[in-house]
C-alpha cells in the first residue's frame, strides 16, 4: 500500500554528513518535524558496519574503518565539534599500526599513511554506530523519524513544496529538502535508478536557478571510484603470528602489488569475541568487473583467498587463511569522489530551499569524512534561521 508522509525537513541520505547536519539542526529546532531516508539498513554511509545476519556475532567496518581530519587552515568549527565528539566519547585517537607492503610483500611501518596526513579517529563503537550515536544526542525526545532502505527515484517542487516519491509508490512531503548524497544529482543515477533524467534536473528545469546550473555542472564532471569490499570471517583459531593486541591493523599495498594482487588495502579488525575479521577493498576496475561478470561468485571467493595468501607468503606477521573461510562481498554504487569538487557556495538554494552537504564539496576533506563533517556544519549554521 501506497503512503504519503508530510514533514518540516526532510534529509536524504544517512552518511556521516547527514548525521552531523542532523543532529546540529535538532539542537535548535526541536518543534520541527523531521525525517532521514537511507537506502541502506541502517546509518554511515560509507562508514557503515555490517552486522552479519548469517554470521552472528560480527561487526565489520565495511567501508571507512577510520577517518582522519587534517585541519591543516585550523577551521574553529570543525576543531570544536572534533573536539566535541572526543569529549563525548564518541570517539579516539587511533593509534593502529599502519603498514605498507613494499615490492617483496616486506613490511614498512609508518606513522601516517599516504591517504591521511592528519590525526586519524576510531569510532569507539563500529563506525556504523558513530552515526547513531551522533544524531542520538540531539535527539533526545526522538522529533526524527527513520525510513531505511527506502530508495528515492523521483523528485519534485509543487507549489513551494517537495515531492518525493520512493521506489515502491510512498510520498514524502517537505517544505524544505537536504542532500547529503549526490546520486539524485548526478549522472550515475540515470543507470542505477533506470531513468531517463536526472531526478533534480527534472525538479528544476534549466536556467531557473543559477546556483542549481551551477551546482549541476561541476556535478556532471565529478567522477567515483568504484569498489568491491570483501568481508571474511575467519575461523575460530585464526590468529595473528606475533602478539598484536589493538583493535584494528591496516596494511596498505604499495602500486606494483596492488596491479598484481588487485587489493588496494586489508584492515584487521579484532571482534568482541576475539575472532579477526577481515575486510578487503579493491578498486582495480578490471576486477570488479571480472566479478560482475562471473558466473560462479565462489570461484571468484576462492580466488581472493588465493590471492590473500600469495601476498602474505612470506610476511613475519600475518597467516595463511584456509579455504573454508566465510566470505560475504559488497559492490559500492556510489563510493569515493573524484576529480572535480562543488564549491561550498553552491550549498543552499533560498529560492528552491533546498541544501547540499558531503564529501563532495570543495575543500581539503573532498573524498573523506572530514569534508562530509565540515561541510555539514557549514550547511547548518548557514541556513539555521531560514527554516520556519
Known sequence: MKRDFTYDLLIIGGGISASVFVSKYLKN???????LIEIGRGLGGRSSTRISKRFKGWKLNHGTPNFNITNSKNNLLLKSYIDELLENKFIKIDDSEILFLNEDSNLETIKKSELS?????????????????????????GKIDFYFETLIVDLKFNDKEWVLTSKNGDKFKSKYLICSTNLLLHKRSLKILNINQIPLRKAIPKNNDKKIDLLLKYLDKQSFIPRLTF??????????????????????????????????????QLQD???????????????????????????????????????????S???KLT????????????????????????????KYRIGFCGDWFEGEGFGRIEGSILSALILEKRIKDLIK
Not at 529546532?29 to 525525517?35: L, M, P
Open 29 to 35: 529546532n526541536i518543534t520541527k518535524k523531521v525525517a
Open 117 to 141: 596526513c592528519g590525526i586519524n579517529y576510531l569510532s569507539l563503537d563500529s563506525m556504523g554506530q558513530l552515526s547513531q550515536n551522533i544524531i542520538e544526542s540531539n535527539n533526545l525526545k
Open 231 to 268: 568481508l571474511i570471517y575467519t575461523n575460530e583459531n585464526y590468529s595473528y603470528k606475533d602478539f598484536y593486541s589493538k583493535k584494528q591493523r591496516y596494511f596498505y599495498l604499495k602500486n606494483n602489488l596492488e596491479n598484481k594482487y588487485k587489493f588496494e588495502r586489508i584492515v584487521f
Open 273 to 315: 569475541n576475539n575472532k579477526l575479521g577481515i575486510v578487503v577493498h579493491s578498486k582495480d576496475i578490471e576486477f570488479i568487473n571480472s566479478y560482475i561478470n562471473s558466473i560462479d561468485e565462489e570461484v571468484f571467493k576462492q580466488k581472493i583467498i588465493s590471492n590473500f595468501n600469495k601476498l602474505f607468503e612470506w610476511n
Open 317 to 319: 606477521v600475518v597467516n
Open 323 to 350: 579455504f573454508d573461510e566465510k566470505i560475504s562481498i559488497m559492490k559500492w554504487n556510489a563510493s569515493q569522489p573524484s576529480g572535480i569538487a562543488v564549491p561550498l557556495s553552491l550549498q543552499f538554494s533560498r
